[in-house]
């Protein structure tokens, strides 16, 4: 018998997101580094963006962290910068603006993957 490789994809895709609800996880993202692009999930999209519409869809520039405190801006892009080239964990905690104006402290997880000589490509 052959199995479609989406067999069961909607399914696993359930279980993680019931992992990372579980887990206190809001949102996800994935950053390609060689193309400038990211992708975040609703939450992630919510929270950086202010718009759950660019869910799921490539985007980059200021509309990827459009929410993202003005104050901490700056140091938060380079401080992501400096963490893609290093590889490995990156952590980061700031503030971002919330619709009504009101300001939250996010702790921004994941990991800095490099290719075989050592270049950026992705974070997740």
Known sequence: MRVNAIDGFHE????LRAALDASCIVGTWDWDHVRGIV??????????TGDRD???REISGAAAAAAVHPADQEWLAEHMKRAAKAGGLVLAEYRILAD???????????RSHLDDV???????
Do not use: F, K, Q
């Open 12 to 15: 696993d895709l359930e279980h």
């Open 39 to 48: 992708v975040y999930d609703a939450g992630a999209a919510w929270l950086l």
């Open 54 to 56: 660019l869910a799921d």
């Open 100 to 110: 009504d104006g009101s300001v939250r402290w996010l702790l921004n997880r994941g």
């Open 118 to 124: 050592g270049r950026p490509i992705r974070l997740t």
